[in-house]
DNA sequence: TTACACCCCGTACCTCGGTACGGAGTCAAG
DNA sequence: CTTGACTCCGTACCGAGGTACGGGGTGTAA
């Protein structure tokens, strides 16, 4: 089953076949190698390839900073200073999304867990692990509703 | 120093005048009490409320879901079935995301490692890294989200 | 060979999340 | 009082990331 059609691509990672030629015109795609008739002709790295991208973009990333992960995984040179730096900023970035991620994901498991009146779920290992190299103040609710901006 | 006008509660989000009254239109923000001019004015809370709002956006969350996660967070009947389901949900879709972000960290930081010094970059193992990360969908909501060996 | 799904390409169009006017009133300093 | 920064509101416009034609060719199974 090697060299899948672009349909059977794009049913594989999801999305539509208007998309991967998208991806292809924006460069996130490398043009694939076509067929006698003109037909694309993709392999399964692309289906993985295209997987990323979605998953890149489900965590905030521009289609731009997706490119930019992409080329560093395929650098054929990964020692090169320059590329060694982006990676570590693109870990950084990595680590404030996922930092973010966990303090809203405490106060939902606050919310859960004390409305729930049912016992400590908050003893999370993940959460726990992470949160106090968190620096940002959270505003923490509870269910009591002393809410109201006014 | 209650009442901070528009441009103070910007920039202290750093985010333009223009898009605080955007986020109001949109309902992200309530209408705050005015002056009797008409100036808008508004307390520390929505300097929160606004942070959160753009921590939000960076991991992915679109305006819509972001009104669902505030409306979560200030909802004075949290004890509700369905608004702890709607949490649960939540929860799920932040974990699906970590766990997206943890395997693109750990990727990256394998490229770091390994191709920090001397070795050749065809033996960096960061293309197989990422390779095959199995794709399950995310339905699971609890704290137990492994992370797996990836 | 005819039918029907699939592919080609280009262009137009759409939503989302803002940004930028522009003409008016407000407020604090000088 | 004047000046300049800030605010009001409405509307127009913008870039990102697709989505939808439309008119053609292709592939395959009855």
């Known amino acids: 089953m090697r060299a899948i059609s672009i349909g059977q691509l794009a049913k594989a990672?999801?999305?539509?076949?208007?998309?991967?030629?998208?991806?292809?015109r924006k460069g996130l795609l490398d043009a694939p190698p076509r067929k006698?008739?003109?037909?694309?002709?993709y392999d399964a790295d692309a289906v993985e390839r295209?997987?990323?991208?979605?998953?890149?973009?489900?965590?905030?990333?521009?289609?731009?900073?997706?490119?930019?992960l992409l080329a560093?995984?395929?650098?054929?040179?990964?020692?090169?200073?320059d590329v060694r730096e982006r990676a570590a900023a693109k870990v950084a970035?990595?680590?404030?999304?996922v930092r973010d991620l966990l303090a809203m994901r405490a106060s939902l498991t606050t919310l859960l867990a004390t409305c729930?009146?049912?016992?400590?779920?908050?003893?999370?290992?993940?959460?726990?692990a992470f949160r106090d190299e968190g620096r940002?103040?959270?505003t923490e609710r509870s269910c009591e509703?002393?809410?109201?901006?006014?």
Chains 1, 2 share one sequence.
Do not use: M, W
């Not at 006698?36 to 002709?41: A, V, W």
């Not at 049912?118 to 290992?125: I, K, Q, T």
């Not at 509703?145 to 006014?150: I, Q, R, T």
């Open 136 to 138: 940002n103040e959270h």
């Open 36 to 41: 006698e008739s003109g037909y694309r002709q």
């Open 13 to 24: 990672a999801g999305v539509g076949v208007e998309t991967v030629r998208f991806y292809e």
């Open 72 to 81: 560093l995984r395929d650098d054929p040179d990964a020692r090169r200073a």
């Open 50 to 68: 295209l997987k990323f991208i979605r998953r890149a973009q489900l965590v905030g990333f521009t289609l731009k900073e997706i490119q930019d």
């Open 116 to 128: 729930e009146g049912d016992g400590p779920a908050s003893d999370c290992p993940i959460i726990t």
């Open 93 to 97: 970035d990595i680590d404030a999304k």
């Open 145 to 150: 509703h002393g809410e109201g901006e006014d």
